[in-house]
């Protein structure tokens, strides 16, 4: 009967690993579209989601940054002459797209 258990616990991990939100992680990516700093993947945990946000000076894109973030909000705004855009997804790699 243990052998049988270790089966399916061992199953149900493999479906649990296939099935976790993968994110695109970079703490400082520039406008040559390169990731400085942090670049991998990170599997999003519970209640997470994939984030990213962009920082833009006169509607040019100057950095941005992406990770797996608990409690993510979709939130735009601006402050001395820069636009923030926060934008929250939730498919695989998604906020390396968006």
Do not use: W
Request: glycine content about 2%; proline content about 0%.
């Amino acid at each position: 009967m243990n052998r049988h258990f270790l089966l399916l616990f061992s199953l149900f991990c493999l479906i649990a690993e296939a099935t976790s939100l993968r994110c695109v992680t970079c703490h400082l990516r520039t406008l040559s579209d390169h990731c400085r700093r942090g670049f991998g993947i990170c599997q999003a945990e519970k209640y997470e989601t994939c984030m990213s946000l962009r920082i833009y000076t006169n509607n040019t894109l100057q950095i941005s940054y992406m990770v797996c973030q608990r409690f993510c909000n979709n939130l735009t705004y601006s402050f001395n002459n820069r636009t923030y855009v926060h934008k929250c997804c939730n498919y695989d790699y998604c906020n390396f797209k968006t």
